[in-house]
């Protein structure tokens, strides 16, 4: 059993940064690989990032590539995502996901565990 808490939400204005967080327990995120999903009322759940569970292979949607990176903390039940340059349409609940094994896939229902989401709102 994985619970995942996401946090670090918020109102920012376009061209912001904030950081994510999902934290993980009842198992090590070395043994998890993590996505990170977003959802607007009335829009399918759109695939955000990805990252192995080893650290070491990460890969983003095309909206976001080059501006947002997944990573794991020292902490190793820790995963963020750290997201630069944001614009209006970044506004979305964002989700982490986690599933048992080396690397998850870009669809949402390839994960196991979720979290409860957190709300990301860009001004513009």
């Known amino acids: 059993q994985v619970h995942l808490v996401e946090s670090g939400g918020g109102l920012v204005q376009t061209g912001d940064s904030l950081r994510l967080s999902c934290e993980a327990s009842g198992r090590t995120v070395g043994s998890l690989s993590t996505g990170w999903f977003r959802q607007v009322p009335g829009k399918e759940r759109e695939f955000v990032a990805r990252i192995s569970a080893g650290g070491q292979i990460d890969s983003y949607g095309d909206s976001v590539q080059g501006r947002f990176t997944i990573s794991r903390g020292a902490a190793e039940n820790t995963v963020y995502l750290q997201m630069n340059n944001l614009k209006p349409e970044d506004t979305a609940v964002y989700y982490c996901?986690?599933?048992?094994?080396?690397?998850?896939?870009?669809?949402?229902?390839?994960?196991?565990?979720w979290g409860q989401g957190t709300q990301v709102t860009v001004g513009s």
């Open positions: 996901a986690a599933v048992v094994g080396v690397i998850g896939g870009t669809v949402w229902n390839s994960y196991d565990f």
